[in-house]
């Protein structure tokens, strides 16, 4: 018997797996998808490996770090010594640049060089930025928010929104100032938090070193397998019905799956309508990624931002593997919502011009190949509000436990999230499976 069965593979439920089989706990992963990683998986595509989605990190994102280091992968993923993204906007390269500054000082002297924006505006936007990282919050949305504290329309279009439409998938009048306010703290204020952290390899290597350390220690992992229902005793999870006939017996299973998912997991008991309903309302937000081939380099960066541009985040994933440079780019389109609907060649033929024109190497170069993936339930959106749609991980059933990205971390959601998720999910499972006896053996 399995003590505790966790459903789902994706990073939350892989976090909560290995944590359990590092702790001698007997742990069974079922990942209903042919392959680990949920959102965050990798696939073959003409002879090349991809992500879905294309992820980054920061470098306050400590509990992701700590599990990449735990599996012996933390190269797969290279950090900035310290921040600097390069912003390009109406023709121009203008970088942001971390300093060797104390606190939010560190970004001073480059937000003053700041071109895209007036320099009344820089100055409003150093203004902002102090009270953001003294102040506390109210209900409302960052956009509110910075609107209340002077931000010109040109300032949030070229400077916050696309620091929360990249970090939180969504504009600042839609992200609460609570999510804000944690992104901006937590990263971008910190000197030692705000560096980037850049995938070297596709994501999949991650989840097969992840499997292969459950392995090691004696649980099972298994793709290609859903879970049709938890089953409960009364009010005791007792197992877990697969949808291919089997049953698997464990004291705990955590459901690291997201909530759509979720529900009909569980069925319609009365001890989770209420966390179910909550999770419902959360808004969920979509992503586009747009894979473009060139017959030669286009890009001199790794990675850049476009301001006021239909482009939004460009990634060089030639240059990131160490492959070469500048023919294969990830453009990253996130709160994608004009984008997700639209034909693959109208996307296509929107941004490469858009591309072309920010970029001025690029305009004779030849689109060789291009692939669109579209995710439309890729983040839920930290709005005013949220968190109180966000359960914790143990429920009122005795044995079931939660895990996933939107669960109440108090992180938006991120792979740093589904990780605290996952661990913390798997710490109270086996606190709570240490006090039952072991099951006696047949052996
Ligand atoms: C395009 C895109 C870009 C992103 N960029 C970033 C980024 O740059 N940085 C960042 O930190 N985050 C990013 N994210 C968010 C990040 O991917 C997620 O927060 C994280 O992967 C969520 O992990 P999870 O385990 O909570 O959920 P999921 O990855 O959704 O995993 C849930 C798993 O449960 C499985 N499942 C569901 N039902 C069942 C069932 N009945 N039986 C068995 N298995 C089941 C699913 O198949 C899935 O594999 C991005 C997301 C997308 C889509």
Not at 249 to 259: G, K, L, R
Not at 372 to 394: E, K, Q
């Amino acid at each position: 018997m399995s003590r505790v069965v966790v459903i789902g593979g994706g990073f939350a439920g892989m976090a909560a797996a290995c944590r359990l089989a590092n702790d001698g706990v007997p742990v069974a992963l079922y990942e209903r998808a042919p392959r680990l990683g949920g959102r965050a998986a990798s696939f073959e595509y003409e002879g090349e490996t991809l992500d879905y989605g294309h992820h980054i990190l920061m470098s306050c994102c400590t509990a992701a770090t700590g599990f990449l280091e735990r599996l012996g992968v933390e190269e797969t993923v290279r950090f900035q010594d310290y921040l600097s993204i390069p912003i390009l906007c109406e023709g121009e390269r203008t970088v942001l640049r971390s300093a060797p500054l104390p606190g939010i000082l560190h970004l001073l002297p480059s937000l003053l060089r700041y071109r895209p924006l007036s320099f009344g505006e820089r100055l409003a936007a150093l203004r902002a930025g102090a009270a953001l990282a003294v102040g506390r919050g109210r209900n409302e949305t960052f956009g509110a928010w910075l609107s209340r504290h002077g931000q010109s329309e040109r300032a949030v279009r070229r400077l916050w929104n696309p620091v929360v439409v990249a970090t939180l998938n969504a504009p600042a009048g839609k992200v609460g100032i609570a999510a804000a306010r944690k992104v901006l703290r937590d990263g971008f204020f910190q000197p030692d938090g705000a560096a980037m952290g850049l995938f070297t390899v596709p994501l999949g290597s991650i989840f097969d070193a992840a499997r292969k350390y459950v392995e090691a220690r004696g649980g099972l992992v298994e793709v290609g397998a859903a879970a049709s229902r938890v089953l409960f005793d009364g009010n005791r999870v007792i197992g877990v019905a697969l949808a291919d006939g089997r049953t698997v017996d464990a004291e705990a299973v955590i459901c690291a799956v997201p909530p759509n998912a979720l529900a009909p997991l569980v069925g319609p008991r009365p001890e989770l309508a209420n966390t179910l309903a909550a999770a419902s309302r959360l808004e969920w937000a979509p992503i586009v990624n747009v894979h473009l081939w060139f017959d030669r380099p286009i890009l001199d960066d790794e990675f850049a931002i476009a301001v006021d541009s239909p482009v939004q985040a460009i990634f060089d994933l030639d240059r990131l593997r160490g492959q070469g440079g500048g023919r294969h780019l990830v453009l990253s389109q996130s709160a994608a919502d004009a984008w997700i609907d639209r034909a693959d060649t109208e996307v296509v033929g929107e941004l490469v011009a858009a591309l072309r024109n920010l970029l001025r190497a690029g305009r004779d170069t030849r689109l060789v190949n291009s692939l669109v993936l579209r995710h439309r339930r890729a983040t839920f959106v930290p709005s005013p509000g949220s968190d109180a749609l966000r359960p914790g991980a143990h429920i009122t059933i005795g044995g079931l436990f939660l895990a996933g990205d939107w669960t109440a971390t108090g992180w938006p959601s991120t792979i740093e999230g589904a990780i605290r998720s996952g661990i913390g999910a798997a710490a109270r499972a086996e606190s709570e499976t240490e006090s039952q006896p072991l099951p006696a053996s047949d052996d």
